[in-house]
């Protein structure tokens, strides 16, 4: 069954630190692999995706993520966190196969420390 | 554009109350979606539309009821609000079918059972 795992659920880093955001997800048919991240009082906007092509993916504000197949990870990634970056991120997934769901991760919460 | 609006902002009930969310897209989405946000576990799915005068049921539909009258709208209903269904409440509209697409979110309905 698909499921989409976020081992951390909560990431303190200090301001200008680098921060990896870890996603893996299971699923026995190709998908498609989605970031999203929700500000304080605000709904979800997608960060970045990946559908195809290159593995490297490279999304708003200085994010990127990388697909690794064999580790069915999609990890997030950003050299120097902003205290603007301070926000709720969420994973999600949808199977080729199937494209009227998407699947979430249970969130990790970013606190970027002055 | 004025994107993905949801009606109300938030709301108080009592349980045993019924009150219907609405949700209003002005992109043309053919998708639309209703998800529950609980603390630790991420977005849950609980019923989506492909299109107009068609539902199906998502994750967790237990306790609500949907409508898709016209393309732009998707209401959810909870007929006999019971404190589980203490949450936040964010609708979702997609292009849908086989274009992978981004979801855009309304900015959210908390809802209070008392």
């Known amino acids: 069954a698909q499921s989409v795992t976020q081992l951390d659920s909560q990431v303190p880093v200090f301001e200008e630190a680098p921060v990896e955001l870890r996603c893996n997800y299971s699923s026995s048919v190709s998908v498609y692999l989605f970031w999203y991240v929700q500000y304080p009082n605000q709904g979800l906007q997608l960060l970045l995706k990946y559908l195809s092509g290159s593995t490297l993916v490279k999304g708003i504000n200085g994010f990127e993520a990388e697909f690794n197949k064999s580790q069915t990870s999609f990890h997030l990634r950003k050299p120097s966190v902003h205290i603007s970056d301070t926000a709720e991120y969420f994973c999600?997934?949808?199977?080729?196969?199937?494209?009227?769901?998407?699947?979430f991760g249970p969130g990790t919460s970013l606190s970027v420390i002055p | 554009n004025a994107g993905v609006t949801q009606t109300p902002k938030f709301r108080v009930l009592k349980t045993g109350q019924s009150m219907t969310l609405l949700c209003a897209q002005d992109m043309n989405h053919e998708y639309m979606y209703w998800y529950r946000q609980d603390p630790g576990m991420g977005l849950r799915l609980i019923h989506y539309?492909?299109?107009?005068?068609?539902?199906a049921k998502g994750e967790v539909p237990d306790g609500y009821n949907v409508s898709r009258l016209k393309k732009q709208n998707f209401l959810l209903g909870l007929e006999s609000a019971a404190p589980s269904q203490t949450s936040v409440y964010f609708c979702?509209?997609?292009?849908?079918?086989?274009?992978?697409?981004?979801?855009?979110f309304g900015p959210g309905t908390r809802l209070l059972v008392l």
């Open positions: 999600a997934v949808i199977e080729k196969t199937s494209y009227d769901k998407v699947i």
């Open positions: 979702a509209s997609s292009y849908g079918g086989r274009r992978q697409e981004t979801q855009y």
């Open positions: 539309s492909v299109g107009e005068g068609t539902t």
